[in-house]
């Protein structure tokens, strides 16, 4: 019944424009974050069962081809966002006709990339995993784990498009409670497939599929019987090219940037599996528990995106500030206060994920040298969510080109000349980290974000 009553057409967006700061970010973040934490559980159970449950190779080969997932879905993410960013300035100028064009826009597009993703994302399976160097004993693995994720990949573009118009008029909460479904169906099935039925990466990749389907059917039946300004109507959908030049003015940049870290990501990797498989599952342990820190910044990021577009959306520039540099004092706490149980009980982390002893040491290694880093992140995670808020995503996507791809690359390359250290290569994160940082602090203290506003007055 309380499923039900989610579904429901009570309206329960939130006007950020007005009230106070840290209450409105706070209460769109928390739900953010909790619902992040459930969506990080897709893939962390997936590994943690096929590492327990299965065999070094499965756990190697769930858990390295995350950047090949990563180089599509991180494209339509970019893109989704600036469909958030163009429904949040017009939701906050209150130009609800012009929110349903987006909201509508939006969908069609989805539906439009999901049958394309799904298509191009089993045809480069084969030239990726060439690409990461993926050793030949997870090959044949890692490739039924790909194939069958893009089969259904459909489904999680449905639910993030969907989540992201939600959260764009400042709910948050039903998005939240569709992944909180979706992952007990994800966990409940993973240990089906994977312990009765004996499936190993098979069974995880359908469990995956089968939840992001779930969580993408609740957020269209919640779209389409809400009572708010982003209620969709099937008849509608349809491409409105006066938004979708917005929605592109600020997503494809933000697409392309994710896509081509992806990729940068893939050579990454290809470092890493030279190492072989205990490095390559150590890796694989470390990044489980690097995307659990990283949550919090991320969710306080959507959330300043959310309010700096609405409070542009009616010309507030100051409070739109004022909401970014409280975004980011928040974020630092949380980041500082995970970091010290990771530091001081990093074995126990990596443990939970893959108990051999090589996969241990090696984790644990990555996790001391590297956590300590983890608050530059909320520099660049949050300053540059207040400028796609903004409107202004160039920036963010040249500065974490610079750093994350470019930078990142040539550094990789020196060092693995010089060395053969593990841990040497590993740096390359912190250090594209610290220059991104540097970067975007620059460009978000001289933007002026009263000429990046997206939206004109009857336009």
Not at 230 to 248: A, G, Q, S, Y
Request: glycine share 8%; charged share 10%.
């Amino acid at each position: 019944m309380a499923l039900f009553g989610l579904l429901s057409g009570k309206n329960t967006e939130a006007d950020m424009t007005t009230g106070s700061t840290v209450r409105h970010l706070v209460s769109f973040a928390v739900p953010l974050l909790v619902g992040n934490i459930f969506q990080q559980l897709y893939n962390t159970v997936d590994t943690w069962v096929v590492g327990n449950y299965a065999s070094n190779q499965a756990f190697s080969a769930v858990g390295s081809v995350t950047p090949i997932i990563n180089l599509l879905i991180g494209f339509f993410m970019g893109l989704s966002s600036g469909a958030g960013v163009v429904i949040s300035q017009y939701y906050g100028a209150k130009r609800n006709e012009k929110v349903s064009q987006a909201v509508h826009t939006s969908v069609a597009v989805t539906l439009l990339m999901g049958v394309v993703f799904t298509f191009l994302g089993i045809a480069m399976i084969p030239f990726m995993l060439k690409l990461n160097k993926t050793p030949d004993s997870v090959l044949p693995q890692s490739t039924t784990y790909l194939t069958i994720y893009f089969a259904g990949v459909i489904g999680l573009m449905v639910y993030n498009m969907g989540a992201g118009i939600l959260r764009a008029v400042g709910d948050s909460t039903r998005p939240f409670y569709f992944l909180v479904v979706s992952a007990v169906i994800n966990i409940v099935l993973d240990l089906v497939f994977v312990i009765v039925f004996e499936m190993g990466v098979a069974g995880v990749a359908y469990a995956t599929i089968i939840a992001q389907g779930v969580s993408a059917v609740l957020v269209v039946i919640t779209l389409m019987r809400t009572s708010g300004v982003v209620n969709l109507e099937l008849k509608k959908l349809r491409i409105h090219t006066d938004v979708m030049k917005k929605i592109l003015a600020v997503g494809l940049p933000a697409g392309l940037q994710m896509a081509i870290t992806a990729f940068s990501n893939v050579f990454v990797q290809s470092y890493v599996n030279a190492f072989g498989e205990n490095y390559m599952s150590g890796w694989t342990a470390y990044h489980k528990i690097d995307q659990f820190l990283f949550l919090p910044m991320q969710s306080l990021s959507l959330a300043s995106t959310t309010f700096v577009g609405q409070n542009l959306g009616v010309n507030k520039v100051e409070r739109a500030r004022k909401g970014a540099d409280t975004a980011l004092g928040i974020a630092a706490v949380f980041t500082a206060v995970m970091i010290v149980p990771i530091v001081i009980y990093a074995p126990w982390f990596v443990r939970f994920f893959n108990s051999r002893q090589e996969v241990v040491e090696i984790g644990a290694l990555l996790l001391r040298y590297i956590t300590p880093f983890y608050i530059l992140c909320s520099v660049n995670q949050i300053y540059s969510g207040a400028l796609r808020g903004a409107g202004n995503s160039r920036v963010p996507m040249v500065t974490m080109l610079l750093s994350f791809v470019v930078f990142r690359q040539v550094y990789l390359f020196a060092v693995s000349r010089i060395t053969d250290s593990f841990v040497a290569i590993a740096m390359g994160y912190p250090a594209g980290w610290l220059l991104n940082s540097l970067l975007v602090f620059i460009c978000y203290k001289k933007a002026d974000f009263s000429k990046t506003r997206l939206i004109e007055d009857g336009k």
